[in-house]
């Protein structure tokens, strides 16, 4: 399972594109990456998952290079609304230890 | 949206009480999860277990204990809470991998505090 690492806080302004890296050298073959989005007093919420080359959908874009030894995860055009944590997690088929990381602190000004 | 409940949600109770905080879901999922988060501080996974009669120690050392008697119920005990136990706890369940995205579903969590 990918131990991940990630950038300990980000600031913003409104409608400027984030870029937020997380880095998984060790990364096992199996491995996928999944983002998450936690908010104050709110338990986490999925974003996007891939596993190589690019992933789109409603809400972020998620980058993995060749190596796969790192993930950016690419929100668009943030709002106010996205102030919140955001986490990077390796998981496997089997996986059943799920760990969080440190996060990344979003922090999103008018 | 997730059909996944904790209950309580709020607790305050004294120092030596059993409380036992309970979880839920509806999807038929087999792996389920505890976190125990402190405010602005990263989650902690202190139990999980991956189907019926299975539990298993998370990474962090937790005095709290588990069952799993019934798929959709995943209850967390403490036999006597401490002020140290004061904590959000945070209930999960996963799809598994192979039918999706693996995602974990969490619950609005349940806050312990303990005098």
């Known amino acids: 399972l990918a131990k991940t690492t990630q950038p300990i806080s980000m600031d913003s302004y409104e409608g400027q594109e984030v870029n937020i890296t997380c880095s998984h050298n060790?990364?096992?073959?199996?491995?996928?990456i999944t983002w998450y989005q936690q908010f104050p007093s709110q338990g986490p919420r999925f974003i996007i998952q891939?596993?190589?080359t690019k992933v789109t959908n409603e809400v972020a874009s998620l980058f993995i290079p060749a190596d796969r030894k790192s993930s950016t995860l690419s929100l668009p055009r943030v709002s106010l609304s996205d102030t919140a944590v955001y986490y990077c997690?390796?998981?496997?088929?089997?996986?059943?230890?799920?760990?969080f990381g440190t996060g990344t602190r979003l922090q999103v000004f008018p | 949206e997730a059909d996944i409940y904790q209950t309580p949600r709020y607790l305050v109770i004294g120092t030596g009480k059993k409380i036992t905080l309970e979880c839920s879901q509806t999807?038929?999922?087999?792996?389920m999860y505890w976190y125990q988060q402190d405010p602005g501080m990263e989650l902690h996974l202190i139990h999980y277990?991956?189907?019926?009669?299975?539990?298993e120690k998370g990474d962090l050392s937790s005095e709290s204990t588990v069952s799993r008697i019934r798929t959709e119920h995943f209850p967390l005990t403490l036999e006597s809470a401490r002020p140290s136990h004061t904590s959000q706890y945070l209930c999960?369940?996963?799809?598994?991998?192979?039918?999706?995205?693996?995602?974990?579903?969490f619950g609005e969590g349940s806050r312990l505090t303990v005098l």
């Open positions: 999960a369940s996963s799809e598994p991998l192979e039918q999706g995205a693996g995602e974990l579903f």
């Open positions: 060790n990364i096992a073959t199996n491995d996928y």
């Open positions: 891939g596993y190589k």
């Open positions: 997690l390796g998981r496997t088929y089997n996986t059943d230890k799920l760990i």
């Open positions: 999807m038929g999922h087999d792996k």
């Open positions: 277990s991956y189907g019926v009669n299975s539990t």
